[in-house]
């Protein structure tokens, strides 16, 4: 990896053997490691040194993991900071209530490096996409990928970094229903390892940033196939 674009990654786990080995693993990819053991060091990383991602463990001293990425995202500065989440819980509840509280994808543990290297590098490839910079507009809904906002008749609208892509998506694609699967390889990108349960999380938390106005009824269900963008009833 060529220095001048080297990405800075923060490993939160409470256990130094675990952190030593990703250190290790991830610095052996070109990657810069940043450490924390618990919350608190993870927020003090953030500020002064600002990660390209983080590693964030679930169960942490004090303040746990989950309670932190909440806090990520309610945060202006650090709202679309990629977060994947490190596990022990392979509950399917447990995954969803992570993806709910803004994680954008999570690992369960034991995990392989490989696996998790590929899903960092899916991450960041994501993150990192530049989006084109027409503003585009429908009913009232207007997104601008240029200044990464979404308004409803000239009100903001709040919402995460995934939910945005997959609503500029929709917008870019009208009327077209696409398959679970077709969304994770059209908006999530190739070879991702997640599951395609994913997908309905998102939609359920666009559907809620839009729903203020009404304008949830463009992001329809299709029964047996999908989903799409449609401003017709």
Not at 105 to 128: M, Q
Not at 189 to 214: P, S, W
Request: avoid cysteine; charge should be negative.
């Amino acid at each position: 990896m060529d220095a001048s674009v080297q990405k800075r990654i923060l490993v939160v786990d409470d256990e130094p053997a675990i952190r030593d080995m990703l250190s290790f693993a991830l610095g052996r990819e070109g990657y810069a490691v940043l450490e924390a053991g618990d919350a608190q060091e993870a927020q003090t990383a953030i500020a002064d040194q600002r990660p390209d991602i983080v590693l964030l463990d679930w169960m942490l001293p004090g303040v746990s993991g989950i309670d932190l990425a909440r806090r990520l995202r309610r945060d202006d500065n650090t709202r679309e900071l990629p977060i994947i989440m490190l596990t022990a819980r392979d509950e399917e509840d447990s995954k969803i209530r992570g993806l709910d509280v803004g994680a954008d994808d999570y690992v369960t543990k034991p995990f392989s490096t490989r696996e998790l290297l590929a899903r960092i590098k899916a991450v960041l490839r994501r993150a990192g996409a530049e989006a084109a910079e027409q503003v585009i507009e429908y009913d009232g809904l207007k997104l601008d990928p240029s200044s990464h906002r979404v308004s409803v008749s000239g009100d903001a609208v709040d919402m995460g970094p995934t939910e945005f892509r997959l609503l500029q998506f929709f917008m870019n694609h009208p009327e077209r229903v696409y398959s679970r699967g077709q969304l994770l390889d059209r908006v999530w990108g190739g070879n991702v390892y997640i599951e395609e349960r994913t997908v309905d999380v998102h939609i359920r938390r666009l559907r809620k940033a839009l729903a203020r106005k009404g304008h949830d009824r463009f992001i329809q269900t299709v029964r047996g196939t999908g989903y799409r963008f449609s401003t017709q009833v």
